[in-house]
């Protein structure tokens, strides 16, 4: 979507709307609501063939909140991103929670999917370690949809004297194509093949079988999604968790996806480390009358970090080292990654992040990358 005046006045219009309910029931003193903005931006510069040469790209992400009563809150983003001379702005998610109790809560609309911790916790440019997303939840070809339509239930139970089992249960709309998927490829390496000759068929099986990436649906095809995570926290800083994900992406809703996926972190004073594995299959659509084998997509990261308040020097003590590997495996072709990275921050939320990554498929040579960004938090 192109950046107009319209959509400045249809964003200056949504916070207005929004600030004067709860500043006129303030005032009249019988009410306790509350609204709040809040959110984050950030600049990146990224540069891909070594000489200093490269592009510069930039986001903001207002968040909305609105709290009715100490048992409902509506929350929502917006989500605008510059690249390539254009703005693209979408509803990152917009839902309403309603507090049930001490251990429950209800939320319908669209929401982020419970599904390890990357997509929940982690993803924003400020808090994420890395400029960039791991190979499993990379941009338009996320292995989970990072968002769903529906509603959750989602809570936690104390164990033990520091424990604590939580749980996110949702239905959905189930999933859509998120249009980086298989056909789009196979179309054009079928133009290829006619250049080719004999070598376009081998091509075009071949991409066949890259992956169907998928994104949350508007609407439903009658056949819903369902899934959840639940994790257990032992003691302090340690969490482990599972998750689950399955639904259709087709029209009809014939073609399943199933998504199953572990993660684990570990907190401490002075570093951190985080870790995903995540496995897909989905079927596919039959081609050229013929059934095709299942779809089978797997990969993981892990994502250590040291804050360097550890040696003694005082310039060090806002600098942090990041190093994050993973692989992302499809079957005839797979890719791994290697990111090392430096991040200095001025405060909780104000951080410069320097990192270098390397990625390292199968069947092709490697690509460097060096990006530069800065976010900040509010």
Same mark, same amino acid.
């Given at each position: ?33 509350? =609204? ?25 992400? !207002? ?10 809150? =509506? ?42 911790? =990357? ?11 890395? !400029? ?42 189930? =999933? ?31 991409? *066949? ?61 002075? @570093? ?57 495996? @499809? ?42 960004? *800065?976010?900040?938090?509010?």
């Amino acid at each position: 979507m192109e950046w107009s005046p319209r959509t400045f006045v249809m964003v200056a219009a949504l916070t207005l709307l929004l600030t004067v309910p709860a500043q006129a029931q303030t005032e009249e003193g019988g009410s306790d609501n509350a =609204f709040l903005v809040t959110g984050y931006g950030f600049a990146t510069f990224t540069s891909t063939d070594g000489s200093g040469n490269g592009t510069f790209s930039l986001g903001f992400s !207002p968040i909305f909140l609105y709290k009715v009563s100490d048992h409902f809150l =509506f929350e929502a983003e917006l989500e605008l991103e510059y690249e390539d001379e254009s703005t693209e702005v979408g509803l990152e998610y917009a839902q309403i929670d309603w507090l049930i109790g001490n251990n429950a809560m209800l939320v319908m609309g669209k929401f982020l999917t419970p599904f390890g911790q =990357f997509i929940e916790r982690y993803h924003p440019a400020w808090i994420n370690k890395v !400029p960039t997303m791991p190979l499993i939840y990379s941009h338009g070809q996320s292995l989970v949809p990072f968002s769903q339509v529906g509603a959750q239930l989602r809570g936690g139970i104390g164990v033990g004297n520091s424990g604590r089992f939580t749980y996110s249960l949702m239905v959905s709309n189930g =999933f859509a194509p998120s249009g980086h998927g298989h056909v789009e490829e196979e179309d054009e390496h079928d133009e290829e093949g006619e250049e080719h000759d004999g070598e376009g068929d081998e091509h075009a099986e071949s991409d *066949f079988l890259d992956p169907v990436f998928l994104t949350a649906a508007s609407s439903s095809n009658g056949d819903l999604a369902y899934g959840g995570r639940v994790s257990l926290t032992p003691f302090k800083g340690l969490e482990v968790g599972a998750s689950y994900l399955d639904g259709t992406y087709d029209l009809e809703g014939e073609l399943d996806s199933t998504m199953v996926g572990i993660d684990l972190s570990f907190h401490h004073e002075m @570093f951190d480390v985080v870790a995903e594995w995540v496995d897909t299959e989905a079927q596919l659509e039959p081609h050229d009358d013929e059934i095709l084998p299942d779809q089978q997509v797997d990969g993981w990261y892990l994502q250590p970090s040291l804050r360097l308040a550890v040696i003694p020097a005082y310039f060090l003590n806002r600098v942090e080292a990041v190093v994050r590997v993973g692989e992302i495996d @499809f079957g005839h072709r797979d890719v791994s990654e290697l990111t090392i990275g430096l991040n200095y921050y001025f405060n909780g939320s104000t951080v410069v992040r320097l990192a270098w990554e390397r990625l390292d498929p199968s069947d092709g040579p490697t690509d460097d990358a060096v990006a530069l960004m *800065f976010a900040i938090g509010f």
